[in-house]
C-alpha cells in the first residue's frame, strides 16, 4: 500500500508515464503490481461517487501521461469500422429509404442520408419515438447502393495496425474501472417496493460523469471498442474481479447485495416454487403435449406471479391464479430459473433492466454495436436477460419510457436475419418469446361470459388491465413480429409443432374478449372504452404474426406449413366450442368483434388456396364443425345491421366505435375481410337452404317475410324491420359478389381499394393510402404484386392541384378518379363495404349522379350500378349455389310481390338488392344440372314452391295460392270465398291443398337435422333460445294468428313487369315487342326501370322460354288490377315514388332560391375576405355634402342622423401595425439566411431610418419643434378599418352587455372591448363616432375659387390664428374622447413616447398626426404603392378615414401652435433674421429643408377649423410643395460631384434673370447649391463617396425624373387626402403620367397637360412670394447651423422618401434547406437547441417557441417577439411542424402551411416526412393578408395564448 500512497502524491502525468514505461519492459510484474495497489485505492467505491479524482486519474493513467485529447486523436486514426453505427435518442430527426432498405426498420442518420445518392427514391424523414442507430455500412440492413461516401469505401482496409503500447494501459485500467461503476450500481439499488423512483435516479446521477467516460471512449472509434469487447466478454477477469478480495469486507457485502437482487431474476420467484410444490390440487389437462388452459380455484387478480413448473406429466398444479401449463417441451428452463452471469457485459445489461434502462446506459451498450464479436455476445447476453426484462417492464411505473429503451436495444438486434437464426437456433429465442407473453398475458385473465356464462371454461384477456389498456405488451409483440420478418426463423416456428400449439393458446385468450351484452332496459351508467384496447390487441398481438406468417407461406414449397396451422387452427376452435359449451345456436344479444382463431384459419386456408395450388376440401372439417364455424362471424355481421339499426343504442356510443372500428381500413384486413371469407366458404360447402334461412333468422326478419300484408314480429320493433332486411340482403350482396379472396389478383384488388376510396370522396395522396388497407404487409412503395400504388393511382385518378380564394379555405392536391372509373369501375358493394360511416355511401352515391347528369348519361335519381364480377377461383364454386336455391328464390318471390303490393316496411333499397341478386343469378350459372336430391315427402319441404333450384326455370313458375298465417285484424280476412264460376269452384277445393307454405326456421331445422344425423330425440332435447320459435306466439297474445289462403296468381317475371310499370307510372309501359329493340348499351347506369330492363333482357338471352313468357305477359296489355285490396291506396293517383320526386324538387326548389338569396346578402355584407372588392355602403366623401347623412344601425334598425346626443358610430377595429416599417428601399424581398455566413439586417427598413433621422434631429434641435418634423407610427402605428356597417352607440353598449352575459364566448375577450359586427360577423373591438353631417356650406365648401394666392395665404393663416371652440360637453365629444383612449391604449407605451419629457403635450401631438399619416400610407400600399388605378377603390368605400380625421381633429384643435413657431410663416414670408436673445443654450428650430413635409400637411389640415373649405387645402398644399421641390433640389445636388455641381450651377445662373426663373429648375438648382456652398458649406464632405454614388451623368431628363420621384409620395399622400376630405374621384393613368395627373388633381398644375408635352416637375410651383428670397432663406437655416457637423446636414438632406411595398422574407423552396440548418441551431438567447424552435418570416429571427427558458415576466419569446417586431402581430414558421402561426395580440391561431409535398399536401408536423416545396400562391396570400391586416378577418379558428407561446 506505501508505494501507492507515494504514487497518489506525484503528479498524474509523470506517475502515467512512468507506469506505462514499467509496464513495457519484458519482466512487467512489478508495474503490474503498482499499477494495481494504485487503482484499487483510486477506485475505492467506498468514496462517493460524486467525487471526480478517481475519473481523472484514469484518464491520464490510460492516456499514459500525454494529454487525454491528444490520446483520443491518436486512437480515432486508427479507427477500422466501416459502419457508422451513430446511435440517437428519442426525439431524433433521421431517415428511412424504403428503396435501400432490406429490413423496414432501416434507418440512417442525416449526415449519412444527405451524403448517400437516394434521389428519386421512396425516403421520408421521421422523428425517432424510441431511438435508433444508423443502419449505413450494414449490409445486413440495408443495400451497398445506400450507402454514403464514407461507409462505401471500407476505410478499415487501409488503417494501419494499431501500436502495441497504445492501449496498454487502457487494457489494465478499464476492468477496474467497470467493475467500481458496478460496485456503485450493486451498492445503490434498492428494491422499487422499499423505494421510490427517486433513490435509483440519485444513484445514476451520481454516476454519469463515469458513464460517460465509458460513452466517450466507444467514440474513439474500432481500436477501442476492441479492448473494451475484450473487458466486457472475458469470463476469467469477471472470476476474478466480481467476487473482489478475501479479506475485503465491503467487497463482500457488495457480492451478497448482486446475489439477492438475482434471485428474483426467474419468471418464477423463489418463494412460489416451494408454494408451487406444496400445492395439491391437480387437475387432469387433455392433449398433454399441447398447451392447456386451466382454471384456478381462486379469482383472478391474487398477487402472486403466475408459476411455471416443468412437470413432465400432464397433470398441473393450481395455485393461487388460472396458470397455463407450458408445453413439457420447452426446450430452455433458464427462463424458469434464476440468472447467472459470466461476465461483465451480462452484469452490466442486469444492472441497466433493474435500474429500468437508464439512457446513458442504453446509448453505451448501442454505441459498442459495430465491433461485431461485441454485438454477437450482447445479443446472446439480450436474449437470455429477455424474461426478465419483460417481468421488469410490467412491474414499472415508467412502462412507457421503458418500453421505449427496450426497443431502442431489440430492434438493432432483431433487425438482422443473421443473427436472429443464430440467437433463435442457440437460444431459444422463440421459445422464450411465447413463453413469456403467455406469462404476460396470464397475469390478467377472466373467465369468458360467451355463450354459457356459469358452465364456460374458457379464459379471455381482460381489456379493462393496465397490462393490455396501456399497450404494455407492445414491445415484446414488436419484437415478435420482427424476428418473424425474417424467413429462416418464421420456418423454424412453422415447423415446431409444440410452439404452434402454445401459439394457438396465446391467441385463444384474445377469442372472444371484450363481450357486448345488448342492454334491452335502461342505458348504461358507465361507458367503457375498452375496446380500443381489444381491438389494437388483437390486431398487434394476433393479426400481425400472423401476417408475418403468410407472407412466407407462398409458394408450394410451403404447403405443409399451412396444412399444420390450420389442423392446430381447427383443433383450437374445437377446444373452444367445448369450452364455452357452444351446441348450435348463440346466445341472444351477445356480439364480441375478437374472434382471432376464426382469422388464423381463414387467412391460411385462403393462402393455401390462392398461393400454394392446396385443395380446399381436404383443408375443411365436417359439415358439423362447419356450422358452428360459421355462426360466430355470422353474429358479427347481424350485429353490424342491429347496431346500424339503432338496437344498441343503450349500450351507448363506444358500441358504434365498435362497429367502425371493426371495419376501419387499418383493421379490416385483419377482421371483416377474414370473416366474409370464411363466410362465403361456410356457404359455398353447407346446404344453400340452410344458409339463407340462417342468415335471415340471425337478422331477425323471418317474421317479415310473408305474403300477408301484416305480421307480428317476436323480436324486432316495426321500425327496425326495414334496416335489418336491408342489412341481411346487402349482406347477401355482398357474400355473393365479393371476390377479394376468391380469385382477385393482387392488382384487382388494389385497384378496387382505391377506386370504392375515390369514389366516396376526392382524396389527399397521404388519405388514401392510409385508407388503402395494408394487403399482408405493410405498403412500402411497391404493393407486394406487379403493379405499384402510384401506377394504379395514375390509372385511376387525375389530381386537382390546390387553388386559392384569397381568404377560402387553404385547399390541399387532391385525386379525384376519371370519367372511366365512374363509368366502368364504381362498385357500390365495395363500397358499402369499406365505408366506416354510413354517410360516406351517400356520398359516393350522389358524386356517381353528378356524375352521370354531367355527361348526360342519365337525368334522374341513378341506382347503384350493377358491375361484373371477377370469376370464381374453382374451389369455391359452390358459393353459387347460394343464388339457386329454393329458399332465396322465394324470400326473392316474396319481397317482389311485398314492393308491388306495398307493404309496409320495403324500400327502393331491399327492391335494389333482390333485383341484384336475381341479377347475380342470372350471370352465375350452375354448370351441373342434375336434380340428383330425392325428393323429401316432408310437408314443410319448399320443393312445392318451385320445380327445381335453378333461378332461370323459377323466373317464369307461377305461384297461384299460398297459405299464410295472419293476424285476424288483416284484411286478407275479411273476405268472401272466391267467386263461384264453374271452374274456379270446381278447383278450389283442390287449391287448398296446393297452396304453398314457407317456413324458413322450419326449413333451417330440417336441413340442420340431416346435416347432423342425430337421433330426433336429442335434437329436440337442445334448449333453444326463445327467438327462434318466433313463429309461434305464445296464446293469449292478441290479435290470434289464423290461417288464410291468398290467390296470387303471379311469377317472378310477371312480378317485375309490372314492378316496371309501377316504377315508371305507365300502364303498358314495356310492349310485346320491346326485348326486340332493346339497345343493350344503355343499359348499365340509371334507375329502378333500368336494372329491371336489364334483368329482363338478360334472362330472355339465355333462354327462349323465358322470352315467350316476357312477350305473352307484355300482351296481356289489360291494365293490371292490384289484388283485391280493400284499402283507400287502390286510389292513389299517383304512385309514392313520382310523390317523392316531386317533393324533392320542390325541396331543391326552394335550396336553391334561399342558396342565392344567402349569396347576394353575404356580398352586401360580408366582403370581408380582401381588401379589394366592392362593399355595400359607401361611407365616402361624397355623401357628407349633401344634406345630413343618414345611417343605418345595425342593432335596432333604425335609419337616421347621427346627432350630438345620440351618435351614431362605425364599427372599427383598431390593431397597432408594424408593416410600414418593415418596407425596405430594394425591390427584392431579403432572403431568410440558411447557412451561418448569412445574416439579415434591419438598418434598410423604412422604421430603423425614421428612428434614426428623429434621433438625429433631437441632437441638435428644439424638441417641440423635433415633434412635429417627422411622422412616427411606421412601428406601432395605430390602423383604423371598418366593415362599413354602423350602430347607435347606446345600442352597442348594451350588446357589448349581452355579450358580456353570455358565457359561450368564442375567441374573442369582452373585457377588452372585442365583439364581432352584429350583421356581417367580422371582427371589431371599437366604435368611431360620426361627425353630425351639416348640409349647409356644401357649396360653398366645395366652389373653385378665383381668390389670389396671397389673399388665401393670408385666410390660411388667419385660420390657423383662429383658436377652435372648445368643444360642448356632449355624448358625441365623450364618446370622441374615449375613441382617443382606446386608439391610444392599441399601441404599446414605447411606441408613443419619442419626446425628451415624456407625457407632454407635443407627444400626444406627434402621435395624434401619425396615427392618420399612418392610415394613409397604409391605403396607399393597399392600392399598390401609387394612385394610378385610381377609382374610389374599394377600400375607400371601406374606409373611416374621413370619421378618424373628424375625430383626431377634434382632439387636436386642443393644441394650439405658437405663432412665433408656426411654419406656415416660414412658408409664406421671408422673416426678418431675428438676433439671438441671449437665449444661447436654446436649441434651434428644425430648419424647414429638414421637414417632413406629409406631416406638416396633416398638421395643417388637423389644426385648422373644420370642415375646411377645399381652396384653403389647396392652397396649403401649393405651399408644400415648393418646399416639397427646394428639399428635392437639395438632396438632388449632394448627390453631384463637384466638378458637375459647378457646372450646374454656372449654366443656371445664366437662367435667372429669365421671366420664368421663378419656375425653372436649373435656376433654382443653380440657386440652391450656390446657397448651401455659403460659409459652412454642406458640401465639404469626402469627395470620394459622392463621386462613387453618381458614376453616371446626370441630364436635364434623369434630373426632372429624380425631382418627380421625390415629390411623388408628397403627391400621392395629399390627394389621397383630398379624395377622404372632398370625396374626389381619383383619376385612372398609367404609371408615366402619374405625376401629371395627381398635380392636375391637386390643382398646383394650372391646367391639364396635353399627351404630347411633358409635364415638368417645377411648373407646378405657385409662389406666395419671391422664390429666390424663400429659398435662401430656407437655406441659411441650414447653413447657419453651428452645432452640426457637415455630414450630418447632408445625411438629413438625403432623405429617401421612396419605400417599397412591405414584403415577407423570400423563403428557399426545398424546406429541408430551413429544416436542417434551424432544427438543430441553437437558440441565441439560451445557448440551448429549442424543443419548438421558430422563425419569425418578417424579420427572420430565430425564437423559442414556449420555451420556458426565455421568458422575461411570464410572457414567452413568440409573444415577446411579435409585441418588439410587428406591434403584437407575429408571423412564425414552426420549424418542426412546417405551419405558419400567427400571433395578434393575446390570440394566435393555425393560418396552416406554405409548404407542400409532391402531392400538394400540408405535412403538419412533419409526420410523413415527405420533401416539401414552397408554394407561391399560399406565400402571396399570406403576405397579401399580413399587409392588408386581415388576419383577424379571413381566419376563423382563434384562441387565447396566455403569453405561453
Known amino acids: 500500500m506505501m508505494a501507492a500512497s507515494l504514487l497518489l502524491r506525484r503528479d498524474k502525468k509523470a506517475t502515467a508515464a512512468h507506469l506505462k514505461a514499467d509496464l513495457n519492459r519484458a519482466d512487467n510484474s512489478s508495474g503490474v503490481r503498482q499499477l494495481q495497489e494504485l487503482l484499487d485505492t483510486v477506485l475505492n467505491p467506498e468514496t462517493p461517487a460524486a467525487d471526480t479524482e478517481a475519473l481523472d486519474w484514469c484518464k491520464c493513467l490510460i492516456a499514459g501521461g500525454e494529454g487525454f485529447e491528444e490520446f483520443c486523436k491518436t486512437v480515432r486514426s486508427y479507427d477500422n469500422a466501416t459502419l457508422c453505427g451513430l446511435v440517437w435518442t428519442a426525439n431524433f430527426v433521421a431517415y428511412r429509404c424504403r428503396t435501400c432498405g432490406i429490413s423496414p426498420c432501416m434507418s440512417l442518420c442525416a449526415e449519412c442520408f444527405n451524403n448517400g445518392d437516394h434521389t428519386g427514391h421512396d425516403f421520408n424523414m421521421f422523428r425517432s419515438q424510441a431511438g435508433g442507430a444508423c443502419d449505413c455500412g450494414d449490409s445486413n440492413v440495408m443495400r451497398e447502393s445506400g450507402f454514403c461516401r464514407r461507409h462505401r469505401l471500407r476505410t478499415g482496409e487501409n488503417v494501419p495496425s494499431i501500436p502495441r503500447d497504445l492501449l496498454l494501459m487502457s487494457e489494465m485500467v478499464l476492468p477496474h474501472f467497470i467493475l467500481c461503476i458496478i460496485q456503485y450500481l450493486r451498492d445503490g439499488y434498492v428494491e422499487p417496493d422499499t423505494s421510490t423512483e427517486r433513490d435509483l435516479q440519485k444513484v445514476l446521477q451520481q454516476l454519469e460523469p463515469q458513464i460517460s467516460f465509458l460513452e466517450e471512449l466507444t467514440k474513439m472509434g474500432g481500436a477501442m471498442r476492441t479492448v473494451l469487447t475484450k473487458i466486457l466478454t472475458n469470463q476469467q477477469t469477471f472470476k476474478e474481479l466480481s467476487m473482489g478480495q478475501e479479506e475485503n469486507v465491503y467487497a463482500k457485502k457488495n457480492y451478497d447485495k448482486y446475489l439477492s437482487a438475482l434471485q428474483n431474476s426467474g419468471l418464477v420467484s423463489v418463494e412460489e416454487k416451494a408454494q408451487a410444490a406444496t400445492a395439491d390440487v391437480t387437475v387432469g389437462a387433455e392433449g398433454g403435449a399441447g398447451a392447456m388452459v386451466l382454471l384456478g380455484t381462486t379469482a383472478p387478480g391474487s398477487p402472486d406471479e403466475s408459476s411455471k413448473e416443468e412437470d413432465q406429466d400432464a397433470g398441473q398444479s393450481v395455485g393461487q391464479r388460472k396458470r397455463v401449463k407450458l408445453s413439457s417441451s420447452t426446450k430452455d428452463p433458464c427462463i424458469i430459473e434464476s440468472l447467472k452471469h459470466k461476465c461483465f457485459l451480462e452484469e452490466l445489461l442486469f444492472w441497466t433492466i433493474k435500474y429500468e434502462f437508464p439512457q446513458k446506459m442504453v446509448t453505451f451498450l448501442l454505441n459498442m454495436l459495430p465491433d461485431q464479436d461485441y454485438k454477437i455476445t450482447f445479443t446472446k447476453t439480450f436474449v437470455q436477460h429477455y424474461a426478465f426484462i419483460m417481468k421488469t417492464l410490467m412491474k414499472s411505473h415508467e412502462s412507457d419510457t421503458m418500453s421505449n429503451r427496450i426497443v431502442h436495444i431489440s430492434v438493432q438486434l432483431f433487425s438482422n436475419e443473421e443473427l436472429a437464426r443464430h440467437v433463435t437456433e442457440e437460444c431459444h429465442l422463440l421459445d422464450i418469446m411465447v413463453t413469456v407473453l403467455l406469462y404476460m398475458m396470464e397475469s390478467c385473465l377472466i373467465k369468458s361470459e360467451l355463450q354459457d356464462e356459469e358452465n364456460s371454461r374458457h379464459v379471455v384477456v381482460n381489456c379493462s388491465e393496465a397490462l393490455l389498456k396501456n399497450n404494455t405488451y407492445w414491445p415484446l409483440v414488436s419484437d415478435f413480429i420482427n424476428i418473424l420478418s425474417h424467413q429462416s426463423v418464421a420456418k423454424k416456428f412453422l415447423e415446431d409443432h409444440s410452439l404452434l400449439m402454445l401459439w394457438m393458446s396465446f391467441v385463444s385468450f384474445f377469442q372472444g374478449m371484450n363481450l357486448n351484452k345488448r342492454e334491452l332496459s335502461e342505458h348504461v351508467e358507465f361507458e367503457s372504452q375498452t375496446y380500443y384496447a381489444a381491438f389494437a390487441a388483437e390486431l398487434e398481438a394476433c393479426a400481425q404474426p400472423m401476417w408475418g406468417l403468410l407472407t412466407h407461406c407462398k409458394v ?762 352584429p350583421l356581417c360577423r367580422q371582427f371589431a373591438n371599437s366604435v368611431l363616432p360620426c361627425r353630425p353631417g351639416r348640409g349647409t356650406e356644401a357649396g360653398a365648401w366645395h366652389s373653385p375659387t378665383n381668390k389670389k394666392t396671397l389673399v388665401l395665404v393670408k385666410e390660411v393663416e388667419e385660420l390657423q390664428e383662429k383658436l377652435g371652440p372648445f368643444p360642448v360637453e356632449s355624448n358625441l365629444s365623450k364618446e370622441m374622447e374615449l375613441v382617443i383612449k382606446d386608439i391610444k391604449n392599441t399601441t404599446q407605451k414605447k411606441y408613443m413616447d419619442y419626446g425628451k419629457n415624456p407625457g407632454s403635450p407635443d407627444n400626444d401631438f406627434l402621435f395624434m398626426y401619425s396615427v392618420a399619416r399612418t392610415n394613409l400610407e397604409l391605403e396607399l400600399v393597399h392600392r399598390g404603392g401609387n394612385l394610378c388605378s385610381g377609382g374610389a377603390s374599394a377600400s375607400a368605400k371601406r374606409s373611416c378615414l374621413n370619421q378618424l380625421f373628424h375625430v383626431l381633429a377634434m382632439h387636436m384643435r386642443l393644441y394650439s401652435i405658437d405663432s412665433a413657431y408656426n411654419p406656415w410663416t416660414k412658408l409664406t414670408q421671408v422673416l426678418q433674421v431675428r438676433e439671438a436673445d441671449g437665449f444661447e443654450d436654446e436649441r434651434p428650430e428644425v430648419p424647414m429643408l429638414f421637414r417632413d413635409i406629409p406631416s406638416l400637411l396633416i398638421i395643417f389640415v388637423l389644426t385648422m377649423p373644420q370642415p375646411l373649405r377645399k381652396e384653403h387645402f389647396t392652397c396649403v398644399v401649393k405651399m408644400l410643395y415648393n418646399l416639397q421641390f427646394a428639399q428635392a433640389l437639395a438632396a438632388l445636388s449632394t448627390k453631384f460631384s463637384p466638378e458637375e455641381r459647378q457646372a450646374w450651377s454656372t449654366s443656371g445662373a445664366l437662367k435667372k434673370n429669365a421671366s420664368n426663373a421663378e419656375t425653372s429648375f436649373e435656376a433654382l438648382l443653380s440657386h440652391v447649391i450656390g446657397e448651401l456652398s455659403e460659409d459652412k458649406s454642406v458640401y465639404k464632405v469626402k469627395t470620394e463617396e459622392t463621386s462613387m454614388l453618381s458614376s453616371s451623368v446626370w441630364s436635364p431628363q434623369s434630373i426632372e425624373f429624380s425631382l418627380q420621384q421625390f415629390c411623388l409620395p408628397f403627391l400621392r399622400l395629399s390627394c389621397l387626402l383630398q379624395h377622404h376630405l372632398y370625396g374626389d374621384n381619383l383619376t385612372c393613368c398609367p404609371e408615366e403620367e402619374e405625376f401629371a395627373s395627381l398635380a392636375v388633381c391637386l390643382g398646383i398644375l394650372p391646367s391639364a397637360p396635353q399627351p404630347s408635352t411633358i409635364v415638368h416637375s417645377a411648373s407646378c410651383l405657385n409662389w406666395a412670394v419671391g422664390a429666390f428670397g424663400l429659398v435662401t432663406q430656407w437655406c441659411t437655416e441650414v447653413t447657419g447651423l453651428t452645432q452640426m457637423q457637415a455630414e450630418q446636414s447632408l445625411t438629413m438632406l438625403v432623405q429617401e422618401p421612396q419605400w417599397t411595398a412591405p414584403r415577407l422574407l423570400q423563403l428557399p423552396d426545398n424546406y429541408n434547406i430551413i429544416f436542417q440548418y434551424y432544427h438543430r441551431k441553437a437558440c441565441t438567447a439560451c445557448k440551448k437547441v429549442p424543443k419548438d424552435p421558430a422563425l419569425c418570416l418578417v424579420c427572420g429571427a430565430f425564437v423559442c417557441l414556449k420555451g420556458v427558458c426565455c421568458k422575461q415576466q411570464g410572457i414567452c419569446e413568440c409573444v415577446l417577439h411579435s409585441q418588439h417586431c410587428g406591434a403584437a402581430t407575429g408571423i412564425f414558421l414552426l420549424i418542426n411542424a412546417s405551419v405558419i402561426i400567427i400571433i395578434r395580440g393575446h390570440r394566435f391561431c393555425l393560418w396552416g402551411s406554405v409548404y407542400l409535398d409532391a402531392h400538394g399536401e400540408e405535412d403538419r408536423d412533419l409526420r410523413r416526412g415527405k420533401p416539401l416545396f414552397l408554394c407561391e400562391e399560399r406565400y402571396r396570400v399570406l403576405e397579401q393578408q399580413w399587409g392588408s391586416h386581415t388576419f383577424d378577418h379571413i381566419n376563423k379558428r382563434w384562441g387565447p395564448h396566455y403569453n405561453g407561446l
Open 556 to 1317: 408450394k414449397e410451403t404447403q405443409e406449413y399451412s396444412k399444420t396451422v390450420v389442423r392446430y387452427c381447427l383443433e383450437t376452435l374445437q377446444i373452444w366450442f367445448d369450452s364455452i359449451g357452444f351446441i348450435d345456436e348463440p346466445a341472444p344479444n351477445q356480439v364480441t368483434f375478437h374472434l382471432p382463431l376464426h382469422r388464423y384459419y381463414a387467412m391460411f386456408l385462403s393462402k393455401a388456396v390462392k398461393c400454394q395450388g392446396l385443395d380446399l376440401d381436404s383443408l375443411l372439417p365436417d359439415q358439423e364443425m362447419l356450422m358452428k364455424i360459421m355462426v360466430h362471424p355470422l353474429q358479427i355481421q347481424a350485429s353490424l345491421s342491429e347496431i346500424h339499426s339503432n338496437m344498441w343504442v343503450r349500450n351507448g356510443l363506444q358500441i358504434k366505435g365498435q362497429a367502425m372500428t371493426y371495419v376501419q381500413s387499418h383493421f379490416c384486413n385483419s377482421m371483416i375481410d377474414p370473416d366474409i371469407y370464411l363466410l362465403q366458404v361456410c356457404a359455398s360447402r353447407l346446404d344453400p337452404d340452410y344458409f339463407i334461412s340462417s342468415v335471415f333468422e340471425r337478422f331477425k326478419v323471418v317474421d317479415l317475410l310473408t305474403m300477408a300484408s301484416q305480421h307480428q314480429n317476436a323480436v324486432l320493433d316495426s321500425e327496425q324491420e326495414r334496416p335489418m332486411l336491408e342489412g341481411a340482403l346487402t349482406f347477401l350482396v355482398i357474400l355473393t359478389s365479393l371476390r377479394v379472396h376468391l380469385g382477385m389478383t393482387d392488382d384487382e384488388i388494389l385497384r378496387g381499394e382505391m377506386v370504392s376510396q375515390l369514389c366516396m370522396n376526392d382524396r389527399t395522396h397521404s388519405a388514401l393510402l392510409d385508407l388503402i388497407p395494408e394487403n399482408p404487409n405493410p405498403k412500402s412503395g411497391i404493393v407486394p404484386g406487379s403493379c405499384s400504388f402510384e401506377e394504379m393511382l395514375s390509372a385511376v385518378a387525375d389530381f386537382k392541384a390546390p387553388v386559392f380564394e384569397p381568404g377560402g379555405s387553404m385547399q390541399q392536391g387532391m385525386y379525384t378518379p376519371k370519367a372511366e372509373v365512374w363509368e366502368k369501375e364504381f362498385d357500390p358493394i365495395m363500397v358499402v363495404l369499406r365505408t366506416v360511416y354510413r354517410r360516406d355511401v351517400q356520398s359516393a352515391m350522389d358524386r356517381y349522379s353528378a356524375f352521370l347528369k354531367q355527361s348526360g348519361i342519365h337525368t334522374g335519381n341513378p341506382w347503384p350500378p350493377y358491375k361484373e364480377r371477377t370469376a370464381l377461383h374453382p374451389c369455391y364454386k359452390g358459393l353459387i349455389k347460394l343464388l339457386h336455391c329454393k329458399t332465396l328464390h322465394i324470400v326473392i318471390f316474396t319481397l317482389l310481390y311485398k314492393i308491388w303490393m306495398d307493404h309496409q316496411n320495403m324500400s327502393e333499397h331491399v327492391l335494389c338488392m333482390v333485383l341484384y341478386l336475381i341479377e347475380l343469378g342470372l350471370d352465375n350459372q350452375v354448370q351441373d344440372n342434375k336434380e340428383d336430391e330425392e325428393p323429401c315427402i316432408e310437408e314443410h319441404c319448399h320443393d312445392s314452391w318451385f320445380p327445381g333450384t335453378n333461378l332461370l326455370s323459377n323466373l317464369h313458375h307461377v305461384i297461384n295460392f299460398v297459405r299464410v298465417r295472419v293476424p285476424e285484424t288483416a284484411p286478407e280476412v275479411k273476405r268472401e270465398a272466391p267467386p263461384s264460376t264453374s271452374t274456379e269452384a270446381s278447383s278450389y277445393g283442390q287449391n287448398l291443398r296446393e297452396a304453398q307454405v314457407f317456413s324458413l326456421v322450419a326449413e333451417r331445422r330440417r336441413k340442420f337435422q340431416e346435416i347432423i344425423n342425430r337421433s330426433n330425440t336429442e335434437a329436440t332435447q337442445v334448449v333453444r333460445p326463445k327467438s327462434s320459435s318466433t313463429r309461434w306466439v305464445p296464446p293469449g297474445t292478441p290479435p290470434q294468428l289464423v290461417t288464410e289462403i291468398l290467390e296470387i296468381r303471379e311469377s317472378m317475371l310477371s312480378l317485375l313487369i309490372k314492378l316496371h310499370q309501377k316504377l315508371s307510372s305507365k300502364q303498358n309501359s314495356l310492349s310485346p315487342s320491346w326485348l326486340d329493340d332493346m339497345d343493350t348499351s344503355r343499359h348499365t347506369h340509371g334507375d329502378g326501370i333500368t336494372a329491371i330492363e336489364r334483368i329482363l333482357t338478360k334472362a330472355a338471352a339465355r333462354s327462349c322460354q323465358i322470352k315467350r313468357s316476357i312477350q305473352d305477359i307484355c300482351g296481356k296489355v289489360c291494365p293490371p288490377v292490384p289484388p283485391k285490396k280493400n284499402s283507400p291506396a287502390d286510389k292513389k293517383t299517383m304512385d309514392k315514388e313520382e310523390r317523392r320526386q316531386r317533393a324533392r324538387e320542390r325541396q331543391q326548389k326552394l335550396l336553391a332560391e334561399f342558396a342565392s338569396r344567402q349569396k347576394s346578402f353575404m356580398e352586401t355584407a360580408m366582403d370581408v375576405e380582401s381588401p379589394d372588392t366592392e362593399a355595400a355602403m359607401d361611407l365616402g366623401g361624397s355623401e357628407v355634402m349633401e344634406s345630413e347623412v343618414l345611417y343605418d344601425c345595425v342593432i335596432c334598425g333604425q335609419s337616421g342622423p347621427s346627432t350630438e346626443d345620440r351618435p351614431t358610430g362605425l364599427v372599427v377595429l383598431l390593431q397597432a401595425s408594424s408593416v410600414l416599417g418593415h418596407r425596405c428601399q430594394s425591390k427584392e424581398a431579403k432572403k431568410l439566411p440558411t447557412s451561418d455566413e448569412e445574416h439579415i439586417y434591419a438598418a434598410d427598413t423604412c422604421g430603423v431610418a425614421h428612428d434614426v433621422r428623429l434621433t438625429l434631429m433631437q441632437r441638435f434641435f428644439k424638441d417641440s419643434s423635433c415633434l412635429q418634423s417627422v411622422s412616427i407610427g411606421w412601428d406601432g402605428g395605430v390602423y383604423v378599418q371598418t366593415c362599413g356597417h354602423t350602430l347607435h352607440i347606446d345600442c352597442h353598449k348594451s350588446y357589448m352587455e349581452s355579450l358580456r352575459n353570455d358565457q359561450v364566448l368564442q375567441g374573442f375577450s369582452v373585457d377588452k372591448g372585442e365583439f364581432t359586427c
